[in-house]
């Protein structure tokens, strides 16, 4: 029993000395590195090992690994057609003073219990500080705004002409519209893992449809009402004369709904003559013209 003891107090001894190397020893080794001017041993900016630089060696270090993974292009695509975006198009880069920063103060926080473990924790298992990615938000936006205006399938509105007594109305056409904010959203995910060298990004896109046809407004633009050609005294002025042109409202707009994907629809305009021309006001509209034709005769 008494030598069991003493096996026990042994290894509780032996236990406690190499507790206390092992304390000794990280103190030891904190107390070095709080006094150092580089960054601690196990730490990583995006996957890029730091450890033992100081704050500008760790900063050019970095900077130059990803400046290259930043040089390259993103390709977007819709159907068959594509598009390269370049990450200097919309300023992105990664903040990498911040990055070492917050890299060279592992372990220095001036808590000595907190920095203690920090450090341990990280001599025992790396950490790598992801660096925030910069950009612009407006510069992005407004290049996508440019590939949007490019798709193939832009919307169209209806419009319309006349020829030959006819109205002639053109329907509209379905448009393709980006989803802004989930492209955008997949372009930075893209560039904060430094994975869109061999990625092609399918575009999102949603259907915007044309305006409905407009019968009343094209009727009100084309309408015109029958007039006579007049003429005035007091100031003399001569009206010459207006054909009436119309259709039926009503009727074209039944048209359309029971036929709504056909290209152009053709309208019959209704046409009114005016009774009387310019031609039949005689000369009592044009004294000044009958005295010229008198003045040359005598």
């Given at each position: 029993m008494v030598k069991k003891k003493n096996f026990i107090l042994i290894y509780l001894l032996l236990v406690a000395v190499v507790m206390g190397i092992l304390i000794a020893g990280v103190v030891s080794f904190y107390i070095l590195h709080k006094n150092d001017e580089t960054i601690q041993t196990g730490v990583y900016i995006k996957g890029i090992n730091v450890s033992g630089l100081t704050k500008e060696e760790a900063v050019k270090l970095v900077k130059d690994n990803l400046d290259l993974e930043l040089n390259d292009h993103l390709i977007l695509k819709y159907?068959?057609?594509?598009?390269?975006?370049e990450v200097e198009q919309f300023d992105a880069e990664f903040d990498v003073e911040a990055s070492v920063d917050l890299a060279y103060k592992i372990g220095r926080s001036g808590n000595i219990i907190k920095d203690m473990k920090d450090?341990?924790?990280?001599l025992m298992s790396k950490i790598?500080?992801?660096p925030v990615l910069k950009y612009s938000q407006e510069a992005l936006i407004s290049y996508l705004e440019v590939i949007e205006a490019q798709l193939p399938d832009q919307l169209e509105q209806s419009s319309y002409y006349v020829e030959d007594n006819k109205v002639m109305i053109t329907n509209g056409k379905n448009g393709a519209k980006i989803y802004m904010d989930e492209l955008k959203e997949t372009i930075l995910e893209e560039v904060q893992d430094?994975?869109?060298?061999?990625?092609c990004i399918d575009i999102p896109t949603f259907t915007e449809y044309p305006d409905k046809i407009n019968v009343t407004a094209i009727h009100d633009d084309v309408y015109r009402q029958m007039q006579n050609a007049y003429f005035t005294t007091e100031p003399r002025m001569v009206y010459a004369?207006?054909?009436?042109v119309d259709f039926d409202v009503k009727a074209v707009e039944n048209a359309i709904e029971a036929n709504p994907d056909v290209e152009e629809y053709a309208i019959e305009l209704n046409l009114t003559k005016p009774e009387v021309t310019v031609n039949d006001l005689g000369m009592e509209a044009f004294p000044d013209l009958l005295r010229d034709i008198f003045n040359k005769v005598y």
């Open positions: 159907k068959n057609y594509e598009y390269y975006v450090y341990a924790n990280v790598d500080v992801e430094i994975t869109y060298k061999n990625t004369e207006v054909t009436g």
